[in-house]
């Protein structure tokens, strides 16, 4: 028996915001970043709670990446009067360190009688999906933990792309591969079924049709919602199926050499889909058959297995040289001194992720260690 959980409420669309006007409560707790401040956009949540006469109380120290300190600080400051409601707004670290304050305090104080309170997610950027994902990561010193449960899933999310309007062209192109690659990686997972399927493939045709329109021009409108919906669609999917081994690379590579996480995911993605279609053995077990049904589904040649995956994978190079996505590791700044000091804690970090276990192909040390030297190279080794 398998399961699909669907959650949380999702508003979307233009003027999405407004469904702040239908919630109840007394207290608020607003999870955000200084940015989020200063370009105006917390003001546009607090002046609905206004209005509404709620109360409440700002926690914007939330930074990129966010640390275990940062979650005991919001967590001191959540307990000082225990909301009915808590907003997060911003991108998926804002939203991650919502997660994991709730979910800690709740756990601190579960016995004390306190009734949960409504989580509200309202992402700022259009990547991480982490308004409709029970994950969250969390660094600590110069590692990525990722925490999965259920308790963290918001009951709300709002997508209104009117917040993603401003986001710069590098920003738009680090989230939309990591859109990109969330439905990439839930697609091949163990935990793949029917109803992940759907929206992965959903996810896969918007990021290559409106992607590059809102790197080109983050003024179009329709674009922006497009891949703000893609993002969330993503999440419903890999929320369900999980990731895979790009995502455990990743947050060990960004952790170690502070790579944003998009960025970091789009440096290894292709070297990964290579490495689990066995593109250059049989190059025909499941996860190949769905890469060349994928290329398929977006007109691209694939006569045979090979030859979808193969050009899946230049879709993804062209993607990433369109938008000026550095074509290796080494090219973002990173010498070959400090990479190979450093690789066996990568390889060990990216091991014991949790993506790893659901990846469609089994991988050991040596599979690992030759993934982020290709990726370091940028160049496929067979």
């Given at each position: 028996?398998?399961?699909?959980?669907?959650?949380p409420?999702?508003?979307?669309?233009?003027?999405?915001?407004?469904?702040?006007?239908?919630?109840?409560?007394?207290?608020?707790?607003?999870?955000?970043?200084?940015?989020?401040?200063?370009?105006?956009?917390?003001?546009?949540?607090?002046?609905?709670?206004?209005?509404?006469?709620?109360?409440?109380?700002?926690?914007?120290?939330?930074?990129?990446d966010?640390?275990?300190?940062?979650?005991?600080?919001?967590?001191?400051l959540?307990?000082?009067?225990?909301?009915?409601?808590?907003?997060?707004?911003?991108?998926?670290?804002?939203?991650?360190?919502?997660k994991?304050?709730?979910?800690?305090l709740?756990?601190?104080?579960?016995?004390?009688?306190?009734?949960?309170?409504?989580?509200?997610?309202?992402?700022?950027?259009?990547g991480?999906?982490?308004?409709?994902?029970?994950?969250?990561?969390?660094?600590?010193?110069?590692?990525?933990?990722?925490?999965?449960?259920?308790?963290?899933?918001?009951?709300?999310?709002?997508?209104?792309p009117?917040?993603?309007?401003?986001?710069?062209?590098?920003?738009?192109?680090?989230?939309?591969?990591?859109?990109?690659?969330?439905?990439?990686?839930?697609?091949?997972?163990?935990?793949?079924?029917?109803?992940?399927?759907?929206?992965?493939?959903?996810?896969?045709?918007?990021?290559?049709?409106?992607?590059?329109?809102?790197?080109?021009?983050?003024?179009?409108?329709?674009?922006?919602?497009?891949?703000?919906?893609?993002?969330?669609?993503?999440?419903?999917?890999?929320?369900?199926?999980?990731?895979?081994?790009?995502?455990?690379?990743?947050?060990?590579?960004?952790?170690?050499?502070?790579?944003p996480?998009?960025?970091?995911?789009?440096?290894?993605?292709?070297?990964?889909?290579?490495?689990n279609?066995?593109?250059?053995?049989?190059?025909?077990?499941?996860?190949?058959?769905?890469?060349?049904?994928?290329?398929?589904?977006?007109?691209?040649?694939?006569?045979?297995?090979?030859?979808?995956?193969?050009?899946?994978?230049?879709?993804?190079?062209?993607?990433?040289?369109?938008?000026?996505?550095?074509?290796?590791?080494?090219?973002?700044?990173?010498?070959?001194?400090?990479?190979?000091?450093?690789?066996?804690?990568l390889?060990h970090?990216?091991?014991?992720?949790?993506?790893t276990?659901?990846?469609?192909?089994?991988?050991?040390?040596?599979?690992?260690?030759?993934?982020?030297?290709q990726?370091?190279a940028g160049?496929?080794?067979?």
């Open positions: 028996m398998n399961e699909f959980l669907i959650k409420k999702i508003y979307f669309g233009a003027n999405a915001l407004e469904c702040i006007e239908t919630l109840d409560g007394r207290n608020a707790f607003i999870v955000t970043d200084k940015a989020m401040v200063k370009f105006g956009l917390t003001d546009k949540v607090c002046a609905i709670l206004q209005r509404k006469q709620i109360n409440y109380r700002l926690y914007d120290d939330v930074a990129s966010p640390d275990i300190s940062a979650i005991v600080k919001g967590m001191k959540m307990d000082e009067n225990f909301p009915d409601l808590v907003i997060a707004l911003g991108g998926g670290s804002v939203i991650d360190a919502a994991a304050v709730i979910y800690a709740w756990h601190c104080r579960k016995d004390t009688g306190l009734t949960k309170p409504c989580f509200i997610a309202i992402p700022t950027t259009s991480t999906g982490s308004e409709v994902t029970s994950f969250s990561v969390i660094k600590s010193r110069t590692e990525k933990l990722v925490i999965v449960d259920e308790f963290m899933l918001p009951d709300i999310a709002i997508l209104d009117s917040l993603v309007q401003s986001v710069p062209p590098a920003i738009t192109a680090d989230t939309g591969m990591d859109v990109l690659c969330h439905a990439l990686e839930a697609y091949v997972s163990r935990q793949a079924n029917d109803f992940t399927d759907a929206l992965a493939e959903k996810t896969v045709k918007l990021v290559f049709g409106h992607l590059i329109d809102c790197y080109n021009n983050g003024n179009n409108a329709l674009a922006r919602e497009k891949m703000h919906n893609a993002s969330c669609i993503a999440g419903m999917s890999f929320t369900n199926a999980s990731l895979g081994i790009t995502h455990s690379l990743a947050h060990a590579l960004g952790g170690m050499f502070a790579i996480h998009g960025k970091a995911n789009a440096l290894l993605m292709s070297y990964v889909v290579a490495f279609a066995d593109f250059y053995g049989s190059c025909d077990n499941q996860a190949a058959r769905k890469y060349a049904e994928l290329a398929r589904m977006l007109a691209l040649p694939a006569e045979t297995t090979r030859q979808g995956v193969n050009s899946l994978i230049v879709a993804i190079n062209v993607l990433k040289e369109e938008m000026n996505i550095p074509t290796s590791i080494k090219a973002v700044g990173i010498s070959e001194s400090a990479f190979s000091e450093r690789l066996s804690s390889v970090q990216a091991l014991k992720d949790n993506c276990p659901t990846n469609p192909r089994d991988v050991s040390a040596w599979d690992m260690e030759t993934l982020y030297q990726a370091y160049v496929a080794m067979s």
